[in-house]
């Protein structure tokens, strides 16, 4: 599990047996039997096979019938970019109405500097953990309760990125404290501030929008491992599907192919690219070097965290 102070994303919900639902509805398509008639001789193999086609040839439509449910936990600055995606539905804590990060660090910054009692404040509690030279590791373990951090700013140890974050939470519990409501304190907050998401996608919008867009090495770190996280939740309960999935190189691929190859595959050279170039323009020689920074760079943020 990744460490708090970084996204996560994990499954809640989907919709049992979808594999052999979205197999089904395929083979609807094209012969005259009912729904229960082809479920009957539908086994793995033909399961199997009915979703490598479907891949194959980009028959996208029997993949919206599954449905996948995520809570996500993420920044702002990801949340934004997450509710860009149309074929989906979200429902996200609002700032108005709960500042439970927030008091969770407070909760926090009070078992480090030790001022527990009901009498102090938030402001003093972050204004005395401030004053205590505390070390980054200390520090980065009180933010990361209320914060996404940058990974560039853990690794350059930059107490100064920190430390503005804490003084956010003081100002925006000290003009709680002089009368302003939360929906206007709630203004002063960086867009580092943790969210929590609950967000539903249909596989397709899975398999050929989000994942392929959100795994490629040109978007947003954050959004990128939450797309990793995602991807990793789907190819655990339905491999058949999501072993598929990836950077828009490998959708891109996989349609060009006469057989489709799973992410491992491409990312353990088992698969060579034919595209001339991927839709980021790198190419065809620097693709599999790109692939593999995106796919290396989630492992050992998984690993570390």
Request: glycine share 4%; with cysteine; proline share 5%.
């Amino acid at each position: 599990m990744p460490t708090k102070h970084y996204p996560s994303a994990r499954l809640v919900a989907r919709l049992p047996d979808a594999q052999k639902l979205i197999a089904i509805s395929a083979k609807l398509t094209i012969t005259p039997k009912d729904f229960e008639s082809i479920a009957e001789k539908m086994d793995e193999n033909k399961i199997e096979t009915w979703i490598t086609e479907l891949v194959k040839r980009g028959h996208g439509s029997p993949l919206e019938h599954s449905i996948y449910v995520f809570e996500v936990v993420c920044s702002r600055v990801c949340s934004h970019q997450l509710v860009r995606h149309r074929h989906a539905s979200f429902s996200q804590l609002s700032q108005r109405y709960s500042d439970k990060y927030l008091r969770s660090l407070v909760s926090r910054a009070r078992e480090v500097t030790g001022l527990t009692g009901d009498d102090v404040g938030e402001v003093e509690v972050i204004d005395r953990l401030l004053e205590m030279g505390l070390d980054f590791d200390t520090l980065l373990d009180v933010v990361g309760e209320a914060f996404i951090v940058p990974p560039k700013v853990v690794e350059l140890k930059n107490r100064v990125f920190l430390e503005r974050l804490l003084e956010s939470v003081r100002d925006y519990y000290e003009v709680l404290k002089s009368g302003v409501i939360y929906e206007d304190a709630r203004f002063l907050l960086p867009q580092a501030v943790k969210t929590r998401v609950i967000v539903s996608m249909n596989a397709r919008e899975l398999l050929e929008v989000f994942i392929p867009l959100r795994t490629c090495s040109r978007a947003q770190w954050e959004i990128r491992w939450v797309a990793w996280a995602v991807r990793e939740e789907l190819v655990k309960v339905d491999p058949l599907i999501f072993k598929f999935s990836g950077p828009r190189c490998v959708l891109m691929e996989n349609r060009a192919r006469s057989s489709p190859c799973s992410l491992e595959d491409f990312a353990g050279k088992k698969c060579s690219f034919t595209i001339e170039r991927c839709p980021e323009l790198v190419p065809r020689d620097k693709i599999q070097e790109c692939l593999f920074y995106s796919v290396s760079e989630f492992q050992r943020y998984t690993r570390t965290s």
